[in-house]
């Protein structure tokens, strides 16, 4: 039976650990042919992004195993939140424990979470057009796809699809 998932706020002593596992998915979906990319480079930049966003881990056993930026309209890290939204973004699993519980994890706990923010009523998110297996999860925890909200990466040819929750 695999061991509990702890889910919490990001440390700076998680900051490698979270830089590996984002880099190591992403090339792993196949988005990115090197972790040199400019966009590759941006996300690997995790104390950069913690200054500017909430960041978030899956734990267990001591060991962080995912991790997850959270966001609300007019953060740096919002992309596509609306001013009633919670929007989370680069949820990542360490591809070597991926499908066992984390990613669910921490999606149950983001959804708890904006229960409790004043004037949010739902929450959105965006992923990859061959991410089968994040479409799945997204739609097992209650996720609908809003295709009409659908849009490109800057300066690229990747389209990514949004979800909502309502809450």
């Excluded at 983001?110 to 479409?135: C, Y």
């Excluded at 009409?148 to 949004?162: A, G, M, N, Q």
């Amino acid at each position: 039976m695999p061991s509990q998932i702890l889910i919490r706020p990001a440390v700076p002593a998680d900051y490698d650990a979270i830089a590996r596992i984002t880099r190591d998915a992403y090339l792993a979906a196949g988005y990115f042919e090197s972790a040199d990319h400019p966009y590759m480079r941006q996300i690997q930049d995790v104390a950069g992004r913690h200054a500017k966003a909430t960041i978030w881990v899956a734990e267990r056993d001591g060991q962080v195993v995912g991790s997850v930026t959270l966001a609300v309209a007019g953060e740096p890290y919002a992309d596509i939140a609306r001013s009633d939204e919670l929007e989370f973004r680069m949820l990542v699993v360490d591809p070597a424990v991926q499908r066992s519980g984390a990613g669910k994890a921490m999606v149950l706990a983001i959804i708890e979470h904006a229960k409790a923010l004043p004037g949010v009523h739902g929450v959105a998110l965006t992923t990859g057009m061959t991410w089968e297996s994040a479409h799945g999860l997204y739609r097992k925890t209650g996720f609908q796809r809003v295709p009409e909200r659908d849009w490109l990466v800057p300066d690229t040819d990747i389209k990514l699809l949004v979800y909502r929750q309502d809450l």
